[in-house]
């Protein structure tokens, strides 16, 4: 009764059905969260419009309201950026994987592993940056392009991205001579945070999630999604 309360409020004020959210570029767990919480806020009966930026860009501009939230954040984010309400229930996961060189013999299976290596990570992103904090040669970069062919000329050891970005993102540069870690290093699941300004959508977005996840239409969505991106990165590499 509260949430149809809350969604019938929402969707009497015209002027509120459009919310413009944050996401981070270039990564492809992102692009794949677009697709996703732009289907939820559609079952909703709301518009909302995404632009990819930077990392930290994107932790700033919806933590000063410039947009209104950010559509896909690790847990730890919600502490980092007390003026965004965390929607409670996740609705995708990564991974946090190493990448080598075949040919270097570097065994990664803990993040201590990670200590004595030239490690590179995309700035600005919460799940890379927090398992390095405190190591001593960490390089952010822009992209995992730019990681990915990093590693593969041997001028970094190590690149932390996420196992799919990271997989997909080889592939269309065609890449043969890096690989994955047997095992990656961490999986977390992955929120969406809307700027405290807005937390009557909260609740609404949430119970939403909620049935989309018992339905089963979330892993279809998901399942969809993670074909469409993948498929547009490599047609983008022809």
Known sequence: ????????????KPHAQEYHFASINYLIEQEIGRVILSEVYNELGIK????????????HEARTGLKDGEIMRIYSYGKETPSTIRVPTPYYYLETMAFVR??????????????QYRIVKVRGVKHTQNITKGMPHVTDMDSTKQLMRLVSAGLADVALTN??????????????????????????????YVHQSLAHLV?????????????????????????????SYGDDAK
């Open 102 to 115: 075949i040919d270097s013999n570097i065994d990664i299976k803990t993040p201590k592993d990670l200590n």
């Open 203 to 231: 609740p609404a977005v949430d119970q939403k999630i909620i049935e989309m996840k018992q339905s089963g239409k979330l892993d279809a969505l998901i399942l969809k999604a993670e074909k469409q991106i993948i498929r």
């Open 48 to 59: 909302i419009t995404i632009s990819p930026l930077p990392g930290k860009r994107a932790q």
């Open 1 to 12: 009764m509260k949430y149809l309360f809350v969604l019938l409020l929402i969707m009497s």
């Open 163 to 192: 196992t799919l970005d990271g997989l997909v993102m080889l592939e269309q540069l065609n890449i043969t001579n890096v690989i994955p870690s047997p095992q990656s290093l961490d999986r977390q699941s992955l929120y969406h």
